[in-house]
Nanobody
Framework: QVQLVESGGGLVQAGESLRLSCEAS????????TGWFRQAPGKGQEFVAA????????LYADTVEGRFAISRDNAKNTVYLQMNSLKPEDTGHYYC????????????????????WGQGTQVTVSS
């Protein structure tokens, strides 16, 4: 089973940018559909973005569309989440999940789609 490690979180001010990374190790011969989710204190897990294994298809939550961009570098087994124009409501613990099941449909918005998860990285946006 693939292992995932997130990095790149931190404390920034509103309007600034961060780039999160999700590095996969283990059986990475397959390219995985990867999703980013976040969880704010006292709230449930929220879908942020997803990317097909090929990197050609993306899905975004309405709340981040136009501000965030998901991409992958398969040579580095890494999926990135570029977050621009950050807002205080983007604050949360960000997790990436991966699945070997190909295809990117609306089901990718559900955490149940992903059997593999990293430990997450904290993003805090101050106003």
């Amino acid at each position: 089973q693939v292992q995932l490690v997130e990095s790149g979180g931190g404390l920034v001010q509103a309007g600034e940018s961060l780039r999160l990374s999700c590095e996969a190790s283990g059986p990475t011969r397959q390219t995985y559909t990867t999703g980013w989710f976040r969880q704010a204190p006292g709230k449930g897990q929220e879908f942020v973005a997803a990317l097909s294994g090929s990197g050609r298809r993306t899905l975004y939550a309405d709340t981040v569309e136009g501000r965030f961009a998901i991409s992958r570098d398969n040579a580095k087994n890494t999926v990135y989440l570029q977050m621009n124009s950050l807002k205080p409501e983007d604050t949360g613990h960000y997790y990436c999940g991966a699945t070997a099941v190909s295809g990117l449909t609306d089901s990718a918005r559900s955490p149940q789609r992903y059997p593999c998860w990293g430990q997450g990285t904290q993003v805090t946006v101050s106003s």
